[in-house]
């Protein structure tokens, strides 16, 4: 069964940087879409950034400039570097992903696999 694995959060001062990773398992056929989101505490899950299999990318507005999501074809992991990171990037980042196209990108029920979440927390 298809697995996602995330890893790579923990604690950072304001200004510091991390990159998340998500490593894919368990699938016989091509992802279309995978990507990242977010939920702060009392809040609703938000869109961080997705990347089609065709390589094109796109980002929540908000974020835009300070993340970077990619990805290791041979390796089957998806990553998200954050830099310049703020208080307000506190949340759970989870990957996620489909094996179609989901519109809107960041509608969070177009995507039928999750994985279990990482922790970031910024002070």
């Known amino acids: 069964h298809v697995q996602l694995v995330e890893s790579g959060g923990g604690s950072v001062q304001a200004g510091g940087s991390l990159r998340l990773s998500c490593l894919l398992s368990?699938?016989?056929?091509?992802?279309?879409?995978m990507g990242w989101f977010r939920q702060a505490p009392g809040k609703e899950h938000e869109g961080v950034a997705i990347?089609?299999?065709?390589?094109?990318?796109t980002y929540a507005d908000s974020l835009k400039g300070r993340f970077t999501i990619s990805r290791d074809i041979a390796k089957n992991t998806l990553y998200l570097q954050m830099n310049s990171l703020k208080p307000d990037d506190t949340a759970m980042y989870y990957c996620?992903?489909?094996?179609?196209?989901?519109?809107?990108?960041?509608?969070?029920?177009?995507?039928?696999?999750w994985g279990q979440g990482t922790q970031v927390t910024v002070s």
């Open positions: 996620a992903a489909d094996a179609k196209a989901v519109a809107p990108w960041n509608w969070v029920g177009g995507y039928n696999y």
């Open positions: 368990g699938f016989t056929y091509d992802m279309y879409c």
């Open positions: 990347i089609e299999s065709v390589g094109a990318t």
